[in-house]
Each structure stands twice: as C-alpha cells, then as structure tokens.
C-alpha cells in the first residue's frame, strides 16, 4: 500500500519540478494565495546564440486546493526570443512542422507546454511557438516569437 501512495505523490509532483534545460530567471506574485507568473530562460540546444524566455502561470497550493483541480496548470504561456549571441544553426529541422525544442508537464498526464521551432527558410527567420498539447482536446492557447538570421552560419 506504500509503494502505490509513494508513485501517486511523485507523480503529482511531476508538473512542479522545473525542467533541466530552463532557467528560472524570474518570480511575479500575483495574488495573496500564492499564484505566481514563473518566467524562464531556455537557450536553444541546436541553435548556438538564441535564447527564449518562457512566461506562465504556477498556481499555488492553496488555489489547487480551493479550486478542487488538484494536478493541472494552466495552458496561457508567453514567448519572446532574442539573439543573445553569435548565431550558429546546428543540425535542426526543416520542414514546415519543425522541430520540439522544449516540454514540461502542466498537469498529471493530460497537457504538457512545448515550444517548438520552424525554421522560415524563405525569409531567414527562426520561428518559436508555444502551445499546449492536450490528449483530450487540443488548445487554441498560443504565443509566437521570431529571429531574424541576418546572415547567421
């Protein structure tokens, strides 16, 4: 009977563990329960000199409880991507439906936040998304960041 609780509490702490490849780079409390807008750092594993910075929301204890959904965040999320140096494209996607650069569990199984990149070819711009993937329905919540090439390798 331990071992089944023991899984139940680290799966339920899953979606509150902070990915291994973001950096937390800021905290804004947004209510006296807790809330708060977490905004992270991601650099681009295939794309040297570009980094992302990834805002969403982190309900708290207290909201999970009061509102009785207990294991989901929600799915608004806001990007914008700069040139934070030398730009070099490593071995990246480039076809039209690109290529996942990042993901984090927003709730227990159902949604995870991902940000994907397609490269614009045609126009020499990098293009980042964010949006929820959802097993049940999918979720028209998005944001979208670009970076110009300019001549980049």
Partial sequence: MIRPLAAAALFALAPLAAPLH?????????????NDIIIEAIEDPKVQGVTCHIAYFDRS??????Q????????????ACRQT???KIGDIARGAKGEKVFSES???????LRMT?????????????????ELTEGSAKMS????PLFGSE
């Fill in 22 to 34: 973001a950096e937390t780079v800021g905290k804004v409390g947004v209510d006296w329960i807790g």
């Fill in 61 to 66: 204890l207290l909201d999970r409880l009061s």
């Fill in 68 to 79: 009785g959904n207990w294991f989901e965040d929600p799915s608004n999320s806001s990007i």
């Fill in 85 to 87: 140096g030398p730009i």
């Fill in 106 to 112: 927003r709730s227990l199984i159902f949604k995870s």
């Fill in 117 to 133: 990149r397609i490269f614009d070819e045609d126009h020499q711009t990098l293009i980042y998304l964010t949006h929820a993937n």
């Fill in 144 to 147: 979208i960041s670009t970076v």
